[in-house]
């Protein structure tokens, strides 16, 4: 069990939970203890082994389920809300999350059919082709079938400059278009989810806002890193491995890696690929095979901040964008 962190109005009790995934160590999630009551920032994963992790973390607090009063989370991810059915099954409290996680968490049916369309358009467009419209399938029936992992709860929504349970909401979008972020009062302390991640590069995914437009996620998660530096906070406690001290060095590992990827990109389009799906097979290689939905984003999120900063435009033919060097 991870020790507790006392900070001068209130404790941490960080769960963490060995990772599922082959690219992230642990998956993390965090019990607040203050005076006025017990919240849990996020709620790891949806399995026995977690739940007894937070279970025994509720017992080092010496409470018990019962005494919990809020779960608030950081954004609407799998490995960040999995428990929060089984612990409103015991205990009916209050979700906290930003708007944009609501359609997400609820799984809306209009909703659900926008993103759908959304992507089937997308990945045409882009040039995907053949393996796009496999991809597409996929996807369709994965969201599909995911239609019982709804949360059928009230949703509090919140944002920026929202004040609950001792902490501000800041809103760190680019992860995911409702990443937010929770600064203590003292400005000392920020949970982060996954804005920034040590030891592992976090992806910009490309989704659709509730009006179906594509967000500008590359330069929307720029923008969230350089905030996360100005918070000034001491420590960033995260969604996946170790909390982090060196904020401002971190993120300009990350920016510069961003960098390099748009220079990259600026080159290959310059040498005369011209089709997004082909710039991303370039580049990923095998990746664009096995990890199709993940590198197209990470390629179409930076061409559209190419073409922000108007370094790139582009054109469409015969129903696919093609870009060129402006
Ligand atoms: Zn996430």
Known sequence: MAEAIRQQT??????????????????????????EGLALI??????????????????????????????????????????????????????YAHRDAVPRLRLDREFLEMRLAFFKQLYIEMGGGDRGAERFTKMEETIRNSAQNALRTEIIEIGEGDRLFGFEVIETPGHSPDSITFLDAAGRVAFTGDVLIDGSSVNAIID??????????????????????????????????????????????????????????????GSGITVPAKLTETYYKDLYRTQFPLVMSEIIGHLDYLEEQGKISKSMEDGVWHYKLA
């Open 42 to 95: 996020d709620a790891g994963v949806d399995t026995d082994d977690c739940m007894e992790r937070f279970e025994d973390t509720l017992k080092q607090a010496g409470a018990d389920i019962r005494d919990l009063d809020a779960i608030l989370l950081t954004h609407h991810h799998e490995d960040h809300v999995g428990l929060v059915p089984r612990i409103l099954e015991k205990r009916d409290i209050p979700v």
């Open 208 to 269: 659709p806002a509730a009006n179906g437009s594509r967000l500008p996620s590359v330069s929307q998660q720029r923008r969230s890193l350089e905030r996360l530096v100005n918070l000034g906070a001491d420590v960033l406690y995260t969604g996946h491995h170790e909390p982090i001290r060196n904020t401002a060095g971190l993120v300009r590992d990350r920016i510069s890696r961003m960098d390099r990827k748009c220079e990259k990109l600026l080159g290959l389009i």
């Open 10 to 35: 209130y404790t941490i009790y960080p769960i963490i939970q060995p990772g599922i995934y082959p690219t992230l160590k642990t998956i993390n999630f965090y019990l607040i203890r203050r005076p």
